[in-house]
Nanobody
Framework: QVQLAESGGGLVQAGGSLRLSCAAS????????MGWFRQAPGKERELVAASGWNGITYYADSVKGRFTIARDGAKNTVYLQMGSLKPDDTDVYYC?????????????????WGQGTQVTVSS
């Protein structure tokens, strides 16, 4: 059974940092795209960052220069290092994987999802 388990969310002050982790189990994802989405109530799920197995990475404009995605193949884990956090970054963050080698903004192309972790940035 494939599972993605996020951790690392929490409450942080504006300007602070958090590192999210997503540990995958049940199969290897070394040849998949791994991505982080976020979603606020009543809004569509937004791709924040993604790492393709072909080496291509994607960052939303709103997080460029502040967030970094990294994957550890040996641990079957993907990380999202978030810095200079802003109140607008407050959301539930989801880890997801896609069998497509390059990052895609289309959430329907991601076939496995984690349960989500809450990130709250206070002003």
């Amino acid at each position: 059974q494939v599972q993605l388990a996020e951790s690392g969310g929490g409450l942080v002050q504006a300007g602070g940092s958090l590192r999210l982790s997503c540990a995958a189990s049940g199969r290897r994802f070394s040849r998949n795209t791994m991505g982080w989405f976020r979603q606020a109530p009543g809004k569509e799920r937004e791709l924040v960052a993604a790492s393709g197995w072909n080496g291509i990475t994607y960052y939303a404009d709103s997080v460029k220069g502040r967030f970094t995605i990294a994957r550890d193949g040996a641990k079957n884990t993907v990380y999202l290092q978030m810095g200079s956090l802003k109140p607008d970054d407050t959301d539930v963050y989801y880890c997801a994987t896609s069998p497509i080698g390059s990052p895609s903004l289309d959430s329907s192309l991601y076939d496995y999802w984690g349960q989500g972790t809450q990130v709250t940035v206070s002003s």
